[in-house]
């Protein structure tokens, strides 16, 4: 693995993933930090970027697909890679609390990076909508959430307001240091794969990551560590694609609630980087999702959440379209533990319960 040794090598301290010392300290050439900035880290980045043998195979033609695997960041998603910054830098500006409005993520996050720094965390989440696992992440973490009777927009426009109101950081992706620390999941593919790739497919909530991801390609185009720049491939739901439709949704839909947004704060980044990367957006269906997610779980032993499933269904979706010998690849923004309940009622495990403690009655239920 080159990107072991360009990357990890490097550090040759006894910590976390062989000497990684999280994704400030590596990339922070790149970052706006200075030696005066507290680095709050979880020993997040350096996530694993792993072919999807069985998807690559049924698409064939020469393609190569990876999964950026970003569920296997310290509270589970991608959503890590900004915090690292933004809580920093807020630690750095001697800030005691910060805010945010969250499908859930963002909330996990947020609360992870901000007691470890030893400020509070308010969380708004609308009520309801927030997954199991994310939802008991928070808890633990020690944040002050309020579950409010409106969704995710309607949070961030109240924690917007209240971070002007108050002595209070907003960590949401308008916080551009958030997206600082997320474009370097761009420099890890450069870096592992020694270019950038043709395509990349990514799932679009607020938009915060498809911006980053194209400013960090773009930084490492400039600085010569790449040849070329990769089409940006964003994906929504179909019942909640405000960037598809190019209008507001007042009541998104989707199964994939880390995507159920309706008007994201990021628009115009992401259709200036869609613009740029001559790139396509477009919506998959929720049964589409759904069968993007089964798939990666049982032919290629990843299990995500479903809005990371979107960036799979969606290259499936394209098909037809992705150009031989091509690389691509597809974000997977959080793991699939976040989002139990939808595991269990989206499957197609074979589940035989109150079953007798007897191998011949076993053996026949498994036909051998
Ligand atoms: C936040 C999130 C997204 C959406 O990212 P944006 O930056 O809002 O577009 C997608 N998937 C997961 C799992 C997330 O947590």
């Known amino acids: 693995m080159t990107f072991i040794k360009n990357i ?13 010392p999280g994704l400030i300290e590596a990339y922070k050439k790149w970052l706006p930090v200075t030696s005066q900035t507290p680095i ?48 920093s830098k807020a630690k750095e500006d001697g800030c005691k609390a910060v805010i945010c409005a969250s499908t859930g993520n963002t909330s996990a996050s947020a609360a992870a990076y901000a007691r470890r720094g030893d400020m509070r965390a308010f969380v708004l989440i609308p009520d309801g909508y927030v997954a199991q696992g994310k939802l008991a992440q928070a808890l633990v973490y020690g944040a002050e959430i309020i579950a409010i009777k409106g969704n995710f927009d309607k949070a961030l426009e109240l924690v917007q307001k209240m971070s002007k109101e108050f002595p209070l950081t907003l960590v949401n992706s308008v916080n551009p240091y958030r997206l600082q620390g997320q474009k370097t999941a761009a420099f890890e593919i450069i870096d592992e794969l020694g270019n950038a790739p043709d395509w990349l497919c990514i799932p679009m909530g607020n938009a915060g990551n498809i911006s980053a991801y194209w400013l960090g390609f773009k930084e490492y185009f400039e600085a010569k560590k790449s040849t ?141």
Do not use: H
């Not at 990890?8 to 990684?20: L, Q």
């Not at 069985?54 to 296997?72: E, H, N, R």
């Open 8 to 20: 990890v090598g490097k550090f040759t301290g006894s910590e976390s993933k062989n000497g990684w």
């Open 228 to 368: 070329k720049l990769p089409k940006l491939m964003g994906y929504q739901a179909k019942g909640s694609a405000p960037l598809v439709y190019n209008q507001i949704i007042d009541e998104p839909k989707t199964i994939a609630t880390a995507i159920r947004i309706g008007n994201p704060v990021n628009k115009e980044k992401a259709y200036k980087a869609k613009a740029e990367s001559n790139g396509t957006f477009d919506y998959v269906t929720d049964d589409e999702i759904i069968s993007a997610y089964k798939r990666l779980g049982k032919e290629e032993g990843i299990f995500c959440e479903p809005a990371s499933a979107a960036s799979v269904a969606g290259l499936l979706k394209y098909s037809n379209n992705i150009p031989e010998n091509s690389t691509i690849v597809c974000v997977l923004t959080g793991n699939g533990l976040k989002d139990p309940d939808c595991a269990i009622k989206n499957n197609d495990a074979s589940f035989y319960t109150g079953i007798n403690p007897d191998m011949k009655e076993i053996s026949k239920i498994l036909g051998l």
């Open 40 to 87: 709050i880290t979880l020993k997040e980045g350096a996530t694993p970027l792993i072919e999807l043998l069985s998807i690559s195979k049924s698409i064939g033609k020469g393609v190569k697909i990876y999964a950026k695997y970003d569920g296997l960041n310290p509270t589970g998603s991608f959503k890590d890679r900004g915090m690292t910054m933004a809580i």
